[in-house]
């Protein structure tokens, strides 16, 4: 009866990792760009670690990677 509700808070939950993963890859490349190399692998490390998580959840759940919308 109520399997939407549970569908929606699925792909919430994939919308708001989907949107952290891309938020930092966007500050990884805005720390190259003004030269801190090292803030820019600690970014990018901190995106793989939510790709990772990301990439779970998508198995879990049986979804796709493709973005939402």
Known sequence: ????????RVLREKQRLERLHLQLLTAARDLQRNGDI????????EAAVVEQQLERFLAEHG???????
């Open 1 to 8: 009866m109520f399997a939407w509700l549970r569908r929606r």
């Open 63 to 69: 979804l796709t990677a493709a973005p939402s919308r």
């Open 38 to 45: 090292q803030g820019f692998a600690a970014k990018t490390a």
